[in-house]
Nanobody, 123 residues
Framework: QVQLEESGGGLVQAGGSLRLSCAASGRTFSNAAVAWFRQAPGKERELVAGISRAGSTHYTDSVKGRFTISRDNAKTTVNLQMNSMKPEDSAVYYC?????????????????WGQGTQVTISS
């Protein structure tokens, strides 16, 4: 059984930075697409950034140039570096993994989810 554990959320001022980490246990990310989703109150869960099984990275337009997703060589951790943060980035951020696929943008196609970590950006 795969378990995902997120860390690194918190409260920062606008313009600041946070780094989220997603650690896998039970299985590595070697055969998985890994993505960060976020959900703000009253809004649908949206894909923020992801890294495909092959290593290509994907970002939603609103975070391009500000967020960077990376995966460690052991493929047990995926990080999301978030810079120049804005109040509209505030949400609960979830790490998710989809095994057996190179890349997928549909939340329902992701098999495993972390518990979520709160990110709050003050103006």
């Amino acid at each position: 059984q795969v378990q995902l554990e997120e860390s690194g959320g918190g409260l920062v001022q606008a313009g600041g930075s946070l780094r989220l980490s997603c650690a896998a246990s039970g299985r590595t990310f070697s055969n998985a697409a890994v993505a960060w989703f976020r959900q703000a109150p009253g809004k649908e869960r949206e894909l923020v950034a992801g890294i495909s099984r092959a290593g290509s990275t994907h970002y939603t337009d609103s975070v391009k140039g500000r967020f960077t997703i990376s995966r460690d060589n052991a493929k047990t951790t995926v990080n999301l570096q978030m810079n120049s943060m804005k109040p509209e980035d505030s949400a609960v951020y979830y790490c998710a993994a989809a095994y057996g696929t190179n890349w997928d943008t549909i939340p329902q196609h992701y098999d495993y989810w972390g518990q979520g970590t709160q990110v709050t950006i003050s103006s």
